[in-house]
């Protein structure tokens, strides 16, 4: 090498080995500065990325909080939803339970002006007849949710006759005048016998006796003012006691005739829906 390069110059003129040691250093230091300018803008590109990477980093970590938060928002919003339904529902069914309260309470009510108008309307019975009630011609009761006007058959007709007797007559007729003037009520006269058994040509058992004297009853009202649209018959014969037959007492109780008021059935609750129901 040391051969080469002094053979080498010992071909080239100094002044020409001079400038190209010039130019030689002159590249070397060149390069030097350009190294030392690509390791300091490589040291600023590595500062960069690196704050970049804490930027990123930071970006990243705020991201994943608000992605937490985001989650947890829409949980809160699913929950709201979720009890907003509930709270919708339950309205809804609060709703139906009031409605359905109201309903019964319109039933009740209606049912306790139904119940007061029976009640003045038995008083009113009561007060119509309170001379006939005082004097024991009859009685004036509630059986089996109907008013009746009860009157004992040994008053009205002689023992096994369907035929009224005198005192009969004037105590049906004082009782139809007062029925008579009672608006908007229409009236079944019911027959009931003792057990004690009958069987002659007119009345073959208790059933015949029963009906003939109830359906003279009907007769003597509808001669003395009752409107024949508004009266029916019935028999019952010994079949409906009010008490046992054990006794003289207690079978003169079971021979009777009944005057029952008849129900109105249109006040009656579910009518409305039967009559539905039957068209």
């Known amino acids: 090498m040391v051969v080469w390069m002094v053979a080498l110059l010992g071909c080239v003129p100094k002044g020409k080995y001079l400038e190209l040691e010039q130019q030689l250093a002159t590249t070397k230091a060149d390069l030097t500065a350009q190294v030392e300018e690509r390791d300091v803008t490589i040291a600023s590109l590595r500062g960069d990325i690196a704050k970049l990477e804490g930027e990123k980093k930071r ?48 039933e009740l009510q209606a049912r306790k002006a139904q119940a007061d108008a029976r009640l003045k309307d038995f008083q009113d019975l009561l007060a119509r007849f309170k001379k006939l009630i005082d004097s024991g011609t009859l009685q004036v009761k509630i059986v089996d949710g109907r008013m009746v006007v009860a009157m004992a058959t040994d008053v009205l007709f002689a023992s096994g006759s369907a035929t009224l007797s005198k005192e009969g007559k004037e105590a049906l007729t004082s009782v139809t005048e007062i029925l008579a003037s009672i608006p908007d009520r229409q009236f079944q006269v019911e027959g009931h016998t003792d057990n004690d058994p009958i069987a002659t040509a007119q009345f073959p058992s208790n059933w015949f006796l029963a009906s003939t004297r109830a359906l003279n009853v009907v007769d003597h009202m509808l001669a003395n003012g009752m409107s024949p649209d508004r009266i029916s018959g019935a028999s019952f014969g010994e079949f409906r006691p009010v008490a046992e037959n054990d006794t003289k007492d207690h079978k003169s109780l079971n021979r009777r005739i009944e005057i029952v008021v008849v129900p109105d059935l249109s006040q009656l609750p579910g009518y409305d829906e039967l009559q539905a129901i039957a068209q």
Do not use: T, V, Y
Request: no cysteine; aromatic share 0%; hydrophobic share 45%.
């Open 59 to 106: 970006l990243e970590e705020s991201i994943a909080g608000k992605e937490k938060l985001l989650a947890e928002k829409e949980s809160q919003l699913s929950d709201m939803r979720e009890k907003n339904a509930k709270m919708l529902k339950d309205k809804g069914a609060l709703a139906g339970e009031i409605d359905a309260m109201k309903l019964a309470l319109a």
